[in-house]
Nanobody
Framework: QVQLVESGGGLVQPGGSLRLSCAAS????????MGWYRQPPGKQRELVAS???????RYAEFLEGRFTISRDVAKNTVYLQMNSLKPEATAAYYC?????????WGQGTQVTVSS
């Protein structure tokens, strides 16, 4: 079992930045992939970015290079740096930890991009 706690969401103006954090209750190296997903209002959850235990990163095409996923193994924490935010980025953002036999989700953190 892995508990994931997201933080860092909030209200930001268009063009602004936020950094989301996902703190895991055990070593993130025990999971094959850590990822960030988002679910805009009335839409399905979608992948934003992921990072494997071997530090291979994957990003959704719509990000256009504006987001960066990183990790701090010592802190068991995964980050999502979001720059040049657009209103369409408004969503609940969820942390995910996945291995061959397990799939865990955090409770989410809300990001609202609005002037």
């Amino acid at each position: 079992q892995v508990q994931l706690v997201e933080s860092g969401g909030g209200l930001v103006q268009p063009g602004g930045s936020l950094r989301l954090s996902c703190a895991a209750s055990r070593s993130i190296l025990s999971m094959e992939t850590m990822g960030w997903y988002r679910q805009p209002p009335g839409k399905q959850r979608e992948l934003v970015a992921s990072i494997t235990a071997g530090v291979s990163r994957r990003y959704a095409e719509f990000l256009e290079g504006r987001f960066t996923i990183s990790r701090d193994v010592a802190k068991n924490t995964v980050y999502l740096q979001m720059n040049s935010l657009k209103p369409e980025a408004t969503a609940a953002y969820y942390c995910n930890a996945r291995s061959r036999a397990s799939n865990f989700w955090g409770q989410g953190t809300q990001v609202t991009v609005s002037s």
